[in-house]
C-alpha cells in the first residue's frame, strides 16, 4: 500500500500544462514566435519540452555553435511565468556528424548500415556518439542549468532499437564475460549442445540475426538484456555532464507503449530504466473512437497501463506527450470528439499524472508531421475548436493544483514482466498469436477497473507485502528468486493468484525440471502436469460456483495434492478435473487458475476475494457500466474522478458530500454526466 505522503516530482507544485515546443522550426518567422507567447496564455499553457530535435539550430557546423535563438526562447518563456524542460537532442543529428562520422549510423539486423535520416538511429555504443552527445548536453547544463525557467530534463527522445555494428558486437561479448564466468556456464545457460550451437570462443558470438543465429532461446534473451542495458548505458552517459552541473533538476526519458492495445513498449525493460531516472514520463497515443473497441475497453487499457508507469517509482508521472485532436500515423487519423480531450486528459491525471502534456505546441508547416494535431494549428487562430478544449482544459488544470505529488494507494497489485514477456513470445510453443501476456494482464485487471478499486500494476523486485492480493498472471519466466519471495509473501499472509503457462522457465530460460518447482509445488498444493493448448475456435468450460464460465486458448491439467478445487472442466479428455485450485498455506492462500477464461468468470471470482479479503474502491460512487471513479489522496483529501466513458448520459450517486472542485459546488446523491463527462470532485477527511 503506498502511502499518503506527496511526492513532488519536479519542483512545481502546479499541473503541467503545455507540450513539445519546436521554434528551431521558425526561427526566420519572429512573428510567430512572438504569436507563440501569447497564445501560450490564451491556452492556459505552463510548460514547454524545448529543444528536442534541435541540434542542427543548436550546432549547424561542428564546434561552431548557436545558442541565441534558445536563450531568448527560455526567457520568452519565462516572461510569461511558464517553465522549460530542456531536451538533449540526441534523438536526431545533424547530417554532418553522420557524413563525417559514420561510426555514429546504425546497423541492422542483417548487417546493413544504415544511411542517415529519420531520427531516433543511432548507434548506442560508438563513443563519437557519446562524445557528441555529452559535449553538446554539457554546454546546454552549463548554459541554462541557472535559468529559473529550467524545470526538468528530457534526455533525448523515446529511447528504442538496436544497432548491430562491430563495437555493439564487442560490447555485448564483454557484457556476456560479465554475466558469465566462462563459455562453459554460458553454453549451460543457452542449451548450447542443442543443434551443436556450443561456442568454443568468445568470438563465435554474435547478436541475432535473420542470415544467422536465431534460434537459441537464451541468447536472444540475452540480447534484450544487453539492449536495455546498453541503451541505459548511453543515457547514463548523457546524463554525466548534467548531473555534474545541475545535480537538483530531475531527470526523465520518455516512454511509450503500443497504441493498438496500449500495451507497455516491449523492446526495453523500463522496469530497470526506471531506477536510473529522477522521474517517469510517457507518451500516450490512445486511438479514441476506434471501430474495433468501446471507449470504456479502451480507457481500462489506458488505466492499466498508467498504473504500471506509476508504479514503477510508486511516485506520480508526466504525461510528456499526448494529442489535444488527432495524431498522423494511425491508419485513420481521428479527431477526438468535443469533450474528449478533457476527458481523456483528467484519466491520466486520475491515474497518476501531474501533468498534461502535447506534441506538439504547433503544427509543422512542412515535413513528416504537418499533419500531427498541435494546439496551435495551421490557421494560427484561438477560435480553433481544438485550441478552445485546450484552453479550457488549462483551465480546469489550475484549479485542482491541489491534486499535485498525491498518489493512489491500493490493496491489489497486478505482476508485469519485460522478461518473461520476451521470452514467452520467442519460445517456439503454445499458441504462437495467442499467448498475448501483456493483453491478458489487462483482462484480470479489467475486474477491478470496473468496480473502482485501485491497483498497482507492480514489476518483481517491488515489494509485494503491503498488498492484500498480488495476481501474477502468465509469468513464464521466473526466477528461484522471485519463486522464494513470492513464497515469503504468501507464508506471511498474502494471497497470490497464478494462472496457467506460470513457473515454467528459470531466469535463463531453461524449463524447470521434476514437474514444477518445488515451491510452487508447495505454496498451491497441486502440479499442472499439461498445458493444453487449442485452436482458436475451440471452445471449453469451467464450472464454477454453480456457473459455467467459457474458456479458450489454454486449459492446463492439474494435478491435485493438498489444494482444493475451486472450479472443473466441463468437457474434453479432462472433463470434471480440477480447473482452479486454491490452496492455505501457512498463513497466506493461493489459488491457480489452469484456463483462459471470460471475463465474466474473473468478475465472479474476483469479485469473492474481494469480498473475504475486505477490499475497497477509494470512493463509494454506485454508477452503470462504462463510468468509472479514480482517487488521489492526500493526507488531508480525496480527489475523485468521475469519469463517464460511454455515449450517453449517466446517473451516479455520491454516497457522500463532496465539492466540486472547478465549479465549487457541493454535489450529493444523484448526479448525471453527459456523454464524455467528468467532475473532480474534492472530499475531506476530517
Ligand atoms: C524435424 C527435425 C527434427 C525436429 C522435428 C520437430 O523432423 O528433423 O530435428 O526439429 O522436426 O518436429
Ligand atoms: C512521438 C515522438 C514525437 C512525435 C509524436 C507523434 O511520441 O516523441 O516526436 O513524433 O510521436 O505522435
Redesign the pocket.
Known amino acids: 500500500m503506498t502511502k499518503f505522503h506527496r511526492t513532488y516530482t519536479t519542483k512545481a507544485n502546479f499541473m503541467l500544462h503545455g507540450g ?1 515546443y519546436n521554434p528551431d522550426q521558425w526561427l526566420d518567422r519572429t512573428d510567430i514566435l512572438a504569436d507563440d507567447i501569447k497564445l501560450m496564455k490564451f491556452a492556459h499553457t505552463n510548460t514547454f519540452s524545448v529543444g ?1 530535435f534541435a541540434w542542427a539550430a543548436l550546432e549547424p557546423e561542428e564546434g561552431v555553435y548557436n545558442f541565441e535563438w534558445l536563450d531568448k526562447i527560455f526567457d520568452d518563456i519565462y516572461g510569461i511565468g511558464g517553465r522549460v524542460i530542456l531536451a538533449t537532442p540526441s534523438g536526431a543529428r545533424p547530417a554532418w556528424m553522420s557524413q563525417k562520422y559514420p561510426e555514429v549510423l546504425r546497423v541492422n539486423t542483417a548487417r546493413v548500415k544504415q544511411l542517415h535520416g529519420a531520427r531516433h538511429n543511432h548507434c548506442f555504443t560508438s563513443p563519437i556518439y557519446r562524445e557528441k552527445t555529452q559535449k553538446i548536453n554539457r554546454l546546454l547544463a552549463e548554459r541554462y542549468g541557472q535559468h529559473p525557467a529550467l524545470l526538468m530534463w528530457h534526455i533525448s ?2 529511447y528504442g532499437g538496436e544497432c548491430h555494428c562491430h563495437l555493439c558486437q564487442e560490447a555485448f561479448r564483454n557484457w556476456l564475460k560479465e554475466k558469465y564466468p566462462d563459455l562453459k556456464s554460458l553454453n549451460h545457460a543457452w542449451w548450447g549442445p542443442f543443434w551443436s550451437h556450443t561456442v568454443t570462443d568468445w568470438s563465435q558470438i554474435e547478436s541475432p540475426s535473420p542470415i544467422g543465429e536465431n534460434t537459441v532461446n537464451g541468447l536472444n534473451l540475452d540480447w534484450r538484456r544487453f539492449v536495455t542495458d546498453q541503451t541505459i548505458d548511453f543515457f547514463e552517459n548523457e546524463i554525466i555532464p548534467i548531473k555534474e552541473v545541475t545535480p537538483e533538476i530531475p531527470v526523465s526519458t ?1 516512454f ?1 507503449a503500443d497504441t493498438h492495445e496500449l500495451i507497455p513498449f516491449q523492446a526495453l525493460d523500463y522496469s530497470k530504466f526506471a531506477k536510473h531516472l529522477d522521474v517517469i514520463s510517457w ?1 500516450a ?1 490512445p486511438a479514441w473512437h476506434n471501430n474495433w473497441e468501446s471507449t470504456a475497453d479502451l480507457a481500462m487499457r489506458v488505466g492499466f497501463i498508467d498504473d504500471l508507469y506509476r508504479s514503477l517509482k510508486q511516485q506520480p508521472f508526466i504525461l510528456m ?1 499526448s ?1 489535444p485532436s488527432l ?1 498522423n ?1 494511425h491508419q485513420v487519423n481521428k479527431a477526438k470528439r468535443p469533450g474528449m480531450h478533457l476527458l481523456s486528459s483528467m484519466q491520466m491525471v486520475a491515474h497518476g499524472s501531474d501533468s498534461i502534456m502535447y ?1 506538439q505546441w504547433r503544427k509543422s508547416r512542412g515535413s513528416a ?1 504537418k499533419f ?1 494535431g498541435a494546439v496551435v494549428d495551421h490557421d494560427n487562430s484561438l477560435d480553433n475548436r481544438v485550441f478552445q478544449e485546450v484552453a479550457k482544459l488549462g483551465g480546469i488544470l489550475e484549479k485542482i493544483s491541489d491534486v499535485v505529488g498525491t498518489n493512489r494507494p491500493s490493496d491489489v497489485a497486478i505482476l508485469y514482466d519485460w522478461e518473461s514477456n520476451w521470452a514467452l513470445n520467442d519460445a517456439s510453443g503454445f499458441g504462437l498469436k495467442t499467448k498475448r501476456y501483456p493483453q491478458t494482464l489487462q483482462t484480470h485487471y479489467r475486474t477491478f477497473w470496473e468496480m473502482d478499486i485501485p491497483v498497482d500494476v507492480i514489476t518483481k523486485d517491488q515489494d509485494f507485502t503491503s498488498y492484500k492480493l498480488l495476481i501474477v498472471p502468465m509469468l513464464y519466466l521466473v526466477s528461484e528468486e522471485t519463486i522464494s519471495r513470492l513464497k515469503t509473501y504468501v507464508a506471511s499472509g498474502g494471497t497470490l493468484v497464478m494462472t496457467y503457462i506460470s513457473g515454467i522457465v528459470n531466469e535463463h530460460d531453461l524449463t524447470y525440471l521434476g514437474g514444477w518447482h518445488k515451491d510452487l509445488q508447495e505454496i498451491f498444493g497441486m502440479i499442472p502436469v499439461e498445458t493444453d493448448t487449442l485452436y482458436p475456435n475451440d471452445r471449453n468450460a469451467v464450472n464454477f460456483n454453480g456457473k459455467s464460465y467459457e474458456l479458450k486458448d489454454y486449459a492446463t491439467v492439474i494435478q491435485l495434492n493438498a489444494a482444493k478445487t475451486e472450479a472443473h472442466y466441463v468437457q474434453d479428455f479432462y472433463a470434471n478435473t480440477p480447473a482452479v485450485t486454491s490452496n492455505v498455506f501457512q498463513k497466506g492462500k493461493t489459488y491457480y487458475i489452469g484456463a483462459r477464461l471470460e471475463d465474466d468468470f474473473h468478475r465472479e471470482f474476483y469479485s469473492g476475494l474481494i469480498n473475504e479479503l475486505a477490499i475497497k474502491p477509494a470512493a463509494s460512487v454506485k454508477h452503470g457500466k462504462g463510468v468509472s471513479v479514480q482517487v488521489r489522496q492526500s493526507p488531508e483529501c480525496d480527489y475523485i474522478f468521475i469519469m463517464n466513458f460511454t455515449e450517453e448520459d449517466q446517473t451516479v450517486v455520491l454516497e457522500s458530500a463532496v465539492k466540486d472542485m472547478v465549479t465549487g459546488e457541493q454535489l450529493s446523491g444523484d448526479v448525471v454526466l453527459e456523454k464524455y463527462q467528468v467532475r473532480i470532485v474534492e472530499k475531506e477527511k476530517c
Do not use: C, K
Open positions: 513539445d528536442i527522445n523515446e520518455n511509450m507518451d497515443y506527450e494529442t495524431v500515423w506534441f508531421e500531427h
